[in-house]
């Protein structure tokens, strides 16, 4: 984890981007494509700050890691905030993932739409389980683990989503690792070792629940927008 | 949503949190609960800020929403922190949840372990499929959905879970809401028209893999731990 952020106008350096404020690029995203699709044209700092209840100066400074700056007297344009977004956040490419582990919530992940929308795209499937190896789901027919160097590589898979139980996590991720793969999203309930050039992001499924004990325990009016 | 934040050392309103602060809360939590496992007692705002990427302004101000005020020259204590914040988030309690909705990543999530961990436990699973109606699941009898409403009274079931397909989401969640269920975490990819009483978090699991995709574009070197 890095320690320091760039000052104001500083132009960013990769290696100082800290980890929370690539979540709030997400959420900014967001906010910013629901915008544009209400037919805003441009936002200030403070507005865009009070609807994700940031203050003014660190949208500023969050803004400047993107490298965006805005116009005096105007604000921030959306269209190009979205654009410089989805290119700091690399979705302005297609990412092409393969998945290990078909159980019930790699079925459900193969049928999530939302991956497609931030050009997220499952193109292999894999299972170590003969009796699912070969079925057709969502169009992909599920592999075989042994095909997975190869398929990784023919397809220019660059993320891994591993789905596996817990015990079977680590081993998995070192195929995956292995076969080439930069960046891994696990949704087993374990620490994965990871060389250090290797990304990966854990999920924590239990973090939107508890935003909502948190909601109806101070019995918030609306404060929780769904995405 | 609120536009508001309490200045620092103000006494924080329910109705001025907004929305983001929450979701900080969580990261908060999680953080600290990390540093009490490592043996850690107490910590300072700017320690915290460092290990999460906030300034120390943000942290003391997000602090200040849950009412906790560091020791001079000691800092913040871990324990009373991560109690305070779960006091804040509501999960210091026990909460029902009722989930609707047991296909594929219904049946995924009612073996997810994370959410005991933070005390959510799945008390009931409803489907509407009559195959599926009967079979017990982690120990849950799938029930019908004409059983919702007197279980969700008889089970005291504060929260509902809707993982159905979009088209039947907001039928579903009308009978959630009529049953007396205060906040609902929607899997379904549409938007939920609810009464203003009752809180709803929408999950998009994209935002994990951008935050991936994001970290592997900029070559970031371990800046995204796992949960």
Redesign the interface.
């Known amino acids: 984890?890095?320690?320091s952020?760039p000052s104001a106008g500083e132009t960013p350096s990769?290696?100082t981007?800290?980890?929370?404020?690539?979540?709030?690029?997400?959420?900014y995203?967001?906010e910013l494509q629901r915008l544009q699709a209400a037919g805003q044209e441009t936002i200030s700092s403070s507005q865009l700050g009070?609807?994700?209840?940031?203050?003014d100066a660190?949208v500023r400074?969050d803004l400047g890691f993107v490298g965006q700056f805005g116009y005096p007297g105007v604000g921030y344009r959306c269209d190009e905030l979205v654009l410089a977004m989805r290119d700091?956040?690399?979705?302005n490419q297609p990412?092409p993932?393969a998945m290990v582990g078909v159980?019930?919530?790699g079925?459900?992940?193969l049928?999530?739409?939302?991956?497609g929308?931030?050009n997220?795209s499952i193109v292999a499937a894999f299972d170590a389980d003969p009796a699912k190896v070969g079925q057709t789901i969502q169009g992909l027919t599920i592999q075989p683990l042994d095909e997975l160097a190869t398929t990784v590589q023919e397809k220019h898979v660059?993320?891994g989503?591993i789905v596996v139980p817990g015990p079977q996590a680590q081993e998995v991720s070192d195929q995956l690792v292995a076969a080439g793969v930069?960046?891994?999203?696990?949704f087993a309930?374990v620490?994965?070792t990871l060389p250090?050039?290797v990304?990966?992001?854990?999920?924590?499924?239990?973090?939107?629940?508890?935003?909502?004990?948190?909601?109806?325990?101070?019995?918030?009016?609306?404060?929780?927008?769904?995405?």
Chains 1, 2 share one sequence.
């Open positions: 984890m890095t320690d952020q990769d290696s981007v800290p980890k929370v404020v690539v979540s709030r690029l997400s959420l995203l967001r009070t609807l994700l209840g940031f203050s660190q400074k700091i956040l690399g979705t990412w993932v159980g019930n919530l079925l459900a992940l049928g999530y739409r939302g991956f929308r931030q997220f660059r993320l989503m930069e960046g891994i999203v696990n309930p620490t994965l250090p050039h990304q990966v992001v854990g999920v924590d499924l239990a973090i939107e629940l508890e935003q909502l004990s948190f909601a109806v325990t101070n019995k918030l009016v609306k404060t929780l927008p769904q995405e």
